[in-house]
T-cell receptor
Framework: SQQGEEDPQALSIQEGENATMNCSYK?????LQWYRQNSGRGLVHLILIRSNEREKHSGRLRVTLDTSKKSSSLLITASRAADTASYFCATEGGKLIFGQGTELSVKP | DAGVIQSPRHEVTEMGQEVTLRCKPI?????LFWYRQTMMRGLELLIY????????DSGMPEDRFSAKMPNASFSTLKIQPSEPRDSAVYFC???????????FGEGSWLTVV
């Protein structure tokens, strides 16, 4: 069964807007990771946040982690059409389990 | 580094045939993962190896599926006999160890007719 559950399942925004995706999980974790998948391609790692961290930044990406609520969020600021992809959270507690993903569409 | 290399990229086979998918992990990585992706079930972890030893195969759907890792640079996922419901994209990924990021191949697109 899936560990992480992303919300929303699909998100459509205009270029320049911010995109926020959420992930909830059920059991304790060592770390939580976010990946991106372009259509027809493999997944690419974006950012890893450890269980003792609360926030992490990488370029236009900001990830938060709330272990008390068992949830994480991924914020993409100033989105671009090239950000159009599916985004997955993955929880690591011995093995890496992926959620169902959020499909992000950024319209130019 | 060439990244994780999977073959074949695409395969169409008839029901009942044996299918073998291959994976070459990134050199130096000691963890290897096989995932299956479908629209209905998303990305499922089938099995993962650590130092060539299978650690968790609880995601392998049934006895028709088997995976091996004879050495640190090669792994196979075999389906025998194949069924139409096995149609999916099969991803191999490797990583330097537990707690680190993993790197995916481009996937093997399997269609069983």
């Amino acid at each position: 069964s899936q560990q992480g559950e992303e919300d929303p399942q699909a998100l459509s925004i205009q270029e320049g807007e911010n995109a926020t995706m959420n992930c909830s999980y059920k059991t304790s974790i060592n770390n939580l990771q976010w990946y991106r998948q372009n259509s027809g391609r493999g997944l690419v790692h974006l950012i890893l946040i450890r269980s003792n961290e609360r926030e992490k930044h990488s370029g236009r990406l900001r990830v938060t982690l709330d272990t008390s609520k068992k949830s994480s969020s991924l914020l993409i600021t100033a989105s671009r059409a090239a950000d159009t992809a599916s985004y997955f959270c993955a929880t690591e507690g011995g093995k890496l389990i992926f959620g169902q993903g959020t499909e992000l569409s950024v319209k130019p | 580094d060439a990244g994780v290399i999977q073959s074949p990229r695409h395969e169409v086979t008839e029901m009942g045939q044996e299918v073998t998918l291959r994976c070459k992990p990134i050199s130096g990585h000691n963890s290897l993962f096989w995932y299956r992706q479908t629209m209905m079930r998303g990305l499922e972890l089938l099995i993962y190896f650590n130092n060539n030893v299978p650690i968790d195969d609880s995601g392998m759907p049934e006895d028709r599926f088997s995976a091996k890792m004879p050495n640190a640079s090669f792994s196979t996922l075999k389906i025998q006999p194949s069924e139409p419901r096995d149609s999916a994209v099969y991803f191999c990924a490797s990583g330097p160890g537990q707690g680190f990021t993993i790197y995916f191949g481009e996937g093997s697109w399997l269609t069983v007719v």
